[in-house]
Structures are given as structure tokens and as C-alpha cells.
């Protein structure tokens, strides 16, 4: 690295299938610039790609997750998207960047919210699969404290975790709140010591990449996030039963009936990045 090059401010780690990775500004409660959501973008982007990672764990250095954005430039940073968000359009607010890239994802992604998640730094952690929270964590969806409106695809994603009156109430307010609070909520799944978060979130990674198909996981992703707001279950009963179909008469099914015949782990040979059926993506065919 360069004396003029910045340090990174996410962090990555891969093992036994699970990547890591640690938004890394402790001194500024890791404070969201958009050097780290490019970070975060081109991270999930990988990961998308690699098949040598199953799940994904995001988690903050220090004492907390992200403490919002970085607003040491004053309120001038709002009013400029190539300042926050580092290119004009390409920003949360625009559909674009690290948002966007999470939710097309196809490795489960678990955010080990490990203390202050606020503004931007709660909003990340919507298009994630799984929320986990430290009882240290504290919570706040605080845009009409600043005059702004909730970013990052929230108003779309939030409802569906928490339901439209639980979104509204926090969103109207915008305080902060407390970890049981968000428990309570349906905003996050379960609370844990500070000491015991981490290792939790990567034993749930771990679960998922130990001991199930990579295109299952993949397909089931994009099936529940898509069709969550459906009106009818049509489209999806004709969907999802071509995809069985055409996965039944693969390599990783067999093996998988093989593998609960013999009592013994699975090996699925299936790669995300080469073996999707053809059904996929079904939603740019509309």
C-alpha cells in the first residue's frame, strides 16, 4: 500500500466458507463514508462470484457497528452524492451500490450488529438474511431528525422485516433504541453477550456451509426475498416447480438422497457461479 493510498475500512476474512467481513473505522465508531461503501459493494460482489464462499458475516471493529454516516464535512455531505457515496447516481439513495449488490447476492449474508447501528449503519443491514445483536447494540432509523427520509431502500425493506406499523412508528419518531426494543420488533432475531455475537453469527454461517447445496441456498434466497410481496402464489407454484424439476434431475439432489440414505454428510457438487438452472433469473424474463 502506498503512503497516499487510504487504509481499508472493511475488512475480510474467509474460513471454512464464511466470509468475514469487519467494517474497520473503531476511532469513528465506523462511521459509513463512501470509500466503505465501495468497499462493501466490490465485498459482496466477490462473493457472489467465489465459489469458495457459502455465507457472509458483516460486523464492526470497537464498540460499534456504524454509527451512521460520516459527517465531518457538516450537512454538505446530504446535499452531495459524489461526496457521500463516491460516484453521482451510483449512491443508495439512487437504487445503486452497496445495497443493490447485497441484495443480489446469492450467499446468505448475517449481520452481527455488535453496537451502535444508526441511520446508514442500520439500512445496510436490511437486504442482509439474518440479524443478530450484541445487548450492548443500540438502534436508530433517525432521517426526520435530520430532515432527510429514510435511505438505502428502507422503506421498502424494513416493512417486510418488522411490518408496516412497527416501520412506521420507528421511522416517524426516529429515536434511538435499545437491543430488546429491536428484538421485540422483529428487527433483529436474537440478543447475545458482546463476547459470544461473533462466534454465534459464524456458527450460523457455518451451519449453512457445512451442511447445504450452494445452488439450493442460492435459489431459496432470491425465491423469498422476490416473491415475499406477491399477491397470489401463482407465478411461484409454476416457478418453483420447474426449478425442482430441473434440480431433481441433477447431480446434487442425488447426491443429497444418497448422502441421507448412507447417514453420512453431504458433498454437493453444484457451483453457484456455473450450475444455476436455467430458470434464473426468472424475474428479468418480465
Not at 464492526?60 to 454509527?67: D, L, S, T, V
Not at 434511538?176 to 453469527?201: I, K, M, N, W, Y
Not at 425442482?244 to 448422502?259: H, Q
Request: charged residues 20%; proline residues 8%.
Amino acid at each position: 500500500m502506498s503512503p497516499d493510498t487510504p487504509p481499508p475500512t472493511v475488512t475480510t476474512a474467509l474460513a471454512g466458507g464464511v466470509l468475514t467481513l469487519t467494517l474497520n473505522r473503531p476511532d469513528q465508531l465506523n462511521a459509513y463514508t463512501a470509500q466503505m461503501g465501495r468497499e462493501l459493494e466490490a465485498a459482496f460482489r466477490r462473493a457472489d462470484e467465489d465459489d469458495a464462499v457459502r455465507a457472509v458475516v458483516v460486523t464492526g471493529a470497537g464498540r460499534a457497528f456504524c454509527a451512521g454516516a460520516d459527517m465531518s464535512a457538516g450537512a454538505d455531505s446530504f446535499g452531495d452524492t459524489d461526496k457521500l457515496f463516491g460516484q453521482a447516481g451510483a449512491g443508495p439513495r439512487h437504487g445503486g451500490g452497496f445495497i443493490q449488490a447485497i441484495f443480489q447476492c446469492r450467499k446468505p449474508s448475517i449481520a452481527a450488529i455488535n453496537g451502535a447501528a444508526v441511520g446508514v449503519g442500520l439500512t445496510l443491514t436490511l437486504p442482509m438474511d439474518i440479524r443478530l445483536a450484541s445487548t450492548d447494540a443500540r438502534f436508530g432509523l433517525v432521517f426526520t431528525r435530520r430532515g432527510l427520509v429514510p435511505e438505502a431502500g428502507s422503506a421498502w425493506f424494513l416493512p417486510r422485516i418488522v411490518g408496516l406499523p412497527q416501520a412506521l412508528r420507528w421511522c416517524y419518531a426516529g429515536r434511538v433504541f435499545d437491543a430488546a426494543e429491536a428484538q421485540r420488533g422483529g428487527l433483529v432475531e436474537s440478543l447475545h453477550a458482546p463476547e459470544a455475537l461473533l462466534p454465534t453469527a459464524q456458527a450460523i454461517a457455518r451451519e449453512i456451509a457445512e451442511h447445504t447445496a450452494p445452488v439450493a441456498v442460492a435459489l431459496t434466497r432470491q425465491l423469498l426475498w422476490r416473491f415475499t410481496a406477491e399477491p397470489l402464489p401463482d407465478d411461484l407454484l409454476a416457478l418453483d416447480s420447474a426449478i425442482n424439476r430441473t434440480l431433481g434431475a441433477g447431480p446434487d439432489v442425488r447426491e443429497g438422497v444418497a448422502a441421507f440414505l448412507a447417514k453420512r454428510p453431504a458433498v454437493f457438487p453444484g457451483q453457484v457461479s456455473k450450475d444455476m438452472p436455467p430458470q434464473y433469473p426468472w424475474w428479468e424474463e418480465k
